[in-house]
């Protein structure tokens, strides 16, 4: 056994409501800046739809992850080293532009400064990145308003591999119509692609969180890593010829503080916390020749924080004692493998993805209210979630690779929850059997539903600090002396007006530079109850 310990997240998407503000907040603080106009480091997809780039999830076409070679040994879709070599100066399979967006701003001088007259000014789209009048056709979100209609509905990779399996299960009239929000960032996998298929060793993946990050300094813009990352998280930066992803906003991550999209989420759906892992079983994991069988692989890597062998070998690793008493407090574990109605996204791309995510009830509920039977009774939806509008092939093929059987045991098991929770709401005695039918007891029904509905800050992010001295060299790297700073720490990096990677009080201009004490300050007013010290 080797154990090593992994930052992860856990969105609920019953609770998604698709507003955009996690990317609002991820935009402003990571790549509102030139050369990053047209990235989103997070971004919420409406789905059925074709995501962002367009299709990203067609690994016949864009080659990112892993599969398994005639031996059954991992190799990148995108070809090994020998491949790379013989075409490196020549353009990896990327998305072009128009598969992402072009980004466009508007001509407000035109309506601010234009003479009187008898015709209406107008404020014309024009290209951030030649400055010229544009037309707009597609962007970050074009499926918003159309999901689940026929005119770009059967475009989604997914509904077309079912359609493949199933011709009728997906069929885009107007009494079958559903959406439902699917918020996305990096998901910092324990076997990432993009770090593997990196000719420079710029891609490198932290030891003490398992953060995936970018070292700009090694960075030679080769851009194999775009085409190796099947998630399409990591982006080019046409103005420094360098490669940028999502950091999971690591220096606040170091202070105990939630990433910004968790931090700015207004349905409360994301959480963060520690997951201890065996490092010597992720390989093996990774290489289960059935796709549908590497969900209940990636659970094994998984190690339980409540067994003494764990903590004993923990220990020996040299993780610390915090770390250890935030795996058994984590959110994230709870979800995943105690109560296990978290789901990866797309596992097949065998690069052990660690945001995980809640399939969505709520189009079910409503969808069977509508019918007039009792939304909220547990066997009215078990009945129900085979037949409903969300396919659980569907889904299945997001979260299970195809494998409908985890998605309908997650499903029942928050369909229980609901119908147990609203008896005790009525005053009535919830009924045993919506427990017992999906293998819980009444406690561990109310201790989900105080997770997924109630839980306070402090019980949504459990995120242990780095050591002092860490957390010191990590955040105050422009003091002379001390090792050299954050390769995105440069004129036009990260925050606004070349400010380094904290906000405007940072970076080698400004002094005093951010110190620890000012992201716990920060924390302490984000949680406290007492208004004065807010």
Known sequence: MRPMAQIAMVMNLDKCIGCHTCSVTCKQAWTNRRGMEYVWFNNVETRPGQGYPRRYEDQ???RGGWELNRRGALKLRAGGRLHKLAGIFSDPRLPEIKDYYEPWTYDHKNLTDAPLGDDFPVARPLSQLDGKPMKIEWSSNWDDDLAGAPALGDLDPMVERIRQQAADKVRFAYEQTFMFSLPRI?????????VAS????AMYKREEDGIVLVDQDRCRGWRMCVTGCPYKKVYFNHRTGKAEKCTLCHPRIEAGLPTVCSETCVGRLRYLGVLLYDADKVTAAARVPDDKALYEAQLDVFLDPEDPGVRRACAQAGIPYDWLEAARRSPVYALISRYRVALPLHPEYR?????????PLSPVVDALAETGHDGEDARNLFGAIDTLRIPLEYLAELFTAGDTGPVRASLEKLAAMRSHMRAINLGEEPDPRDASAVGMDRDEIEKMYRLL???KYEDRYVIPTAAAGDARRLEETAVPGLPEGCSLDYDGGPGMGGDGPFGQDSGRKVLPLVSVETFHALRRRQTTDDTKEA
């Open 453 to 455: 509905a109630i839980a």
């Open 351 to 359: 690069t052990m993805p660690m945001v995980w995510y809640i399939p």
């Open 198 to 201: 990196c000719p420079s060793g």
């Open 186 to 194: 990096c998901e910092h996998c324990l076997n990432p692609s993009c």
């Open 60 to 62: 016949d076409r864009w």
